[in-house]
């Protein structure tokens, strides 16, 4: 990815239906953000020309929707969205190998949108996994999945911040890092449970910090960015 400046490493989760709201947030933003994220909140409620209005403010758009069906319904979406000049989407690498490779063949050779694939979600604990059918520790399904995803073709993962360093030594320099689970140590954990702060993510090996409410819930989200970036720069 070459080298980013700390800002250009923050991608500000925009969790919204109300689309003003969202572009006053990211005018508010620019220059002290590397892009922002649209999940599902916001895509439902707004769609594709949504996207567009974001996209408009000239920064990058991770595209969050975290596609996860038939290897031919995910490569419709990831043509889908070609159309929207993203910068990053997400799949999810339980989807398995044929859904992965799916989504990287419907990309082409084109430089973006980057494939990530979602691993297990900074929400889930090892007691969740367990509940769910799946076998603990995180780690190790995240090491998984993560191989498999990279085999199959994706460009990156999604993963907490707690897995990097290990996924950075068995994956190695080329695959894309996007951390979501960011809190800074000012900032709530909320409902995250596997998090780290931006500063340590960075360390860790991470390439792209997510980070939603210690940012849009400030009383002046610009300076909380900012206020991010300086931590980042500071090691």
């Known amino acids: 990815m070459g080298t ?26 620019k220059g002290a953000v590397g892009g922002f994220k649209l999940g599902k909140e916001f895509f439902t409620a707004n769609g594709p020309d949504g996207v ?3 996209a408009e403010l000239g920064q990058r758009i991770f595209l969050d929707l975290k596609y996860h069906d038939i290897p031919n319904t995910v490569a419709g979406a990831v043509k889908a969205a070609k159309e929207l000049d993203c910068f990053m989407l997400t799949i999810h690498a339980s989807g398995g190998s044929a859904m992965v490779r799916a989504a990287a063949e419907a990309k082409g050779d084109t430089p973006s949108p980057k494939i990530l694939a979602v ?8 007691d969740d996994l367990v509940q769910i059918g799946q076998k603990p520790p995180v780690a ?15 460009d990156g993962l999604v993963a907490s911040s707690q897995e990097v360093t290990s996924l950075r030594a068995a994956l190695g320099p080329d695959c894309l890092l996007v951390v979501p689970g960011i809190r800074p140590a000012w900032a709530s954990t909320d409902d995250q449970k596997r ?4 500063a340590d993510a960075v360390k860790a090996g991470a390439d792209f910090l997510v980070i939603g409410r210690p940012i849009t ?19």
């Open 4 to 29: 980013l400046t700390p800002a250009e490493r923050i991608f500000c989760a925009i969790d919204t239906t109300d689309l003003s709201a969202a572009i006053k947030l990211a005018q508010d933003l």
């Open 52 to 54: 567009a209005r974001i």
């Open 119 to 126: 691993t297990i979600l900074t929400s889930l604990s090892a």
């Open 140 to 154: 190790d399904q995240v090491l998984r999945l993560g191989q498999l995803a990279r085999t199959a073709g994706a």
């Open 195 to 198: 998090i780290m702060t931006p």
């Open 217 to 235: 819930q400030a009383d002046n989200p610009k300076a909380a960015a900012n206020r991010i970036s300086d931590e980042i720069a500071a090691g």
